[in-house]
Structures are given as C-alpha cells and as structure tokens.
C-alpha cells in the first residue's frame, strides 16, 4: 500500500508512537504554540478519517493495520538511509527485521510512503540501483585521492565546474594542469548524477553516520566518501569502477555499525 501525507501528518503520527526524533525530516512544529498543536491535530484525524485510515471505535483511535505498522517501522527504526539524487531528490528508507519503509519526498509539503519487502531484499532491488544511476563501466585512469569539502563539492555540483581549481591544486601540492584536477573538473562538467547516500544508525543510545556521494560523467565517475581529516569532515575523491565502487556504497552500512573509539 501507498499514501501520501504531509510533513506534519508524519510528525504527529510518529510522535503519538513514541518517536524521539524524525531523521531526514525536519521538524514543522518548531514554532507552534502549544494551544496550536490541539487543531493540528483535528485537522490531521479528519483527513485520515476520510482516507478511511483511523476511525474512533468506542472512544478510541482505531488505525488501518498496514498504514500503522508503516508508522511504527518509521517511530522505532534505529537505521535510516537517505538517497539524494541531484540535490533535490529525496528518498529515506526506515528499516525493521522484517521491511522496509520508503518515504519519498513530494515537494515540500508531503511525502510519498511506500512499504518494502526484507532489508536485504530493499536493498538489492531498489537502493543500489538507484545509486547506480549513470553509471558507466569505465575503467579507472587515477588512483589518487582529491579532499574536498562538502560545501565546494555542492558548488562545483550546482555550477558544473571546479571553482577554485588553482586552490584545490596547491591544497595537494600539484600544479593546476595535473590530470587528476583536469579529469575531476572534466566529471563535473558532464555530470550526469550526483547521488548522496547517508546512513544513520543508533546504538547503545547514541546516533553515528556514515555517507558517500557518487559522480557520474560519461568522462569518469568518482566516489566521495565522508571522512575526518585534521579534525574537519572532508569527502576524500577518487575514481571507482566495478567492484570497487559497490565496496564504497555498501561500506556506509558496515562503517555506521563500527561502534567509534571514545
């Protein structure tokens, strides 16, 4: 089954559950009023109602079991991934044992959610191909690795080309003309997709995240995986084909369950 509800239908529903937080979503409640929450909430048992999703039997909400056990995936996931495709695609998939939940963002307003089959099945058939969107089987002409910042990778992303390419050059110690500036600023004049995927994960209370970007060019594609370096997160860049670039994807999952050093 499908549905499609607002931000603050979800935020409501999930709340009532026991959720603590709504990871990837943000919160739309920030600034009501605590007198504003009571109408928010009529106004969302109404429409449901219509959707023939809630009744009231005998003084009680009484929900369709499929929308709330979808609900109840979403309240008490403790592993969440994002997919972003071009920086404005949304898809957040909350896991359980046993299923997937898909929220796809509509616009700003209202998501799409949309149940899957097991974990393993959610990802082989619907996270990893749509990660691998654009790519081509191109064989790999550096080994070396570039670090960017988040926020230039999503400048050179939005202007198609590497703004400051005489800086990123002496950050490496290379000169400006070194193939490995040249084939990046080639990429990312003929991007195809740039897809984010982040993972997040809670254990022993606490929340850890993992991510990797993916650049897709007819040139080249590059993976940019998060990392720490000098005490800063940086995406260290570098070009993946076949095997390689699976390990860069799926090693989101395996990292974010690495319990970190305290």
Not at 76 to 83: G, Q, V
Not at 132 to 161: D, F, H, W
Request: a negative charge; aromatic letters at 8%.
């Amino acid at each position: 089954m499908n549905w499609t509800l607002t931000i603050k239908d979800l935020y409501l529903l999930t709340k009532m559950l026991g959720a603590k937080v709504l990871v990837g979503i943000p919160n739309p409640f920030l600034r009501h009023r605590a007198e504003d929450m009571e109408q928010e909430w009529e106004d969302t048992f109404k429409k449901l109602h219509k959707m023939e999703l809630v009744d009231l039997v005998e003084g009680e909400l009484k929900f369709e079991e499929d929308f709330i056990q979808t609900l109840w995936v979403m309240a008490k996931s403790n592993m969440i991934t994002e997919i972003l495709t071009d920086q404005s695609d949304q898809s957040l998939f909350y896991f359980s044992e046993d299923k997937v939940v898909e929220v796809r963002k509509r616009d700003e307003e209202a998501y799409d959610l949309q149940s899957h089959p097991a974990p393993d099945w959610t990802w082989n058939q619907v996270i990893i191909p749509r990660m691998l969107t654009g790519v081509e089987n191109i064989p790999v002409r550096q080994t070396k690795s570039l670090y960017l910042t988040p926020e230039e990778y999503n400048i050179y992303c939005a202007t198609m080309k590497l703004e400051n390419k005489d800086e990123l050059a002496k950050r490496h110690a290379l000169l400006v003309e070194e193939p490995i500036i040249k084939q990046l600023d080639m990429a990312i004049q003929r991007k195809i997709h740039t897809n984010r995927l982040m993972t997040f994960y809670r254990g022993d209370e606490q929340w850890r995240v993992e991510g990797m970007h993916l650049l897709t060019s007819p040139s080249a594609n590059w993976t940019l995986r998060m990392v720490q370096k000098d005490g800063n997160e940086v995406l260290e860049a570098k070009q993946s084909q076949g095997q390689a670039l699976m390990d860069e994807i799926l090693g989101v999952v395996q990292r974010v369950k690495v319990k970190q050093p305290s």
